[in-house]
């Protein structure tokens, strides 16, 4: 009895920490100019999203 409680507890926890991630997850091709995500791509290959990132963020930085 008590390990189906542990597992029920796990589930939600996992339920929980998984609604939070997605939640705060940063999705760089959300609401970005599709033109803007390919010319990352076609510019930084493998690290198209770290770059796109950094421009988001600094962009950000500036319009505050």
């Known amino acids: 009895?008590?390990?189906i409680i542990i597992m029920y507890n796990n589930m939600n926890i996992f339920k929980i920490l998984n609604n939070f991630y997605s939640d705060?997850?940063?999705n760089p091709s959300k609401n970005v100019d599709p033109q803007l995500v390919k010319?990352?791509?076609t510019?930084?290959?493998?690290s198209?999203?770290?770059e796109l990132d950094k421009y988001i963020i600094r962009n950000e930085a500036n319009n505050d």
């Open 1 to 3: 009895m008590h390990s």
């Open 24 to 26: 705060f997850q940063v």
């Open 39 to 41: 010319y990352f791509k």
């Open 43 to 46: 510019e930084f290959g493998s």
């Open 48 to 50: 198209w999203e770290l």
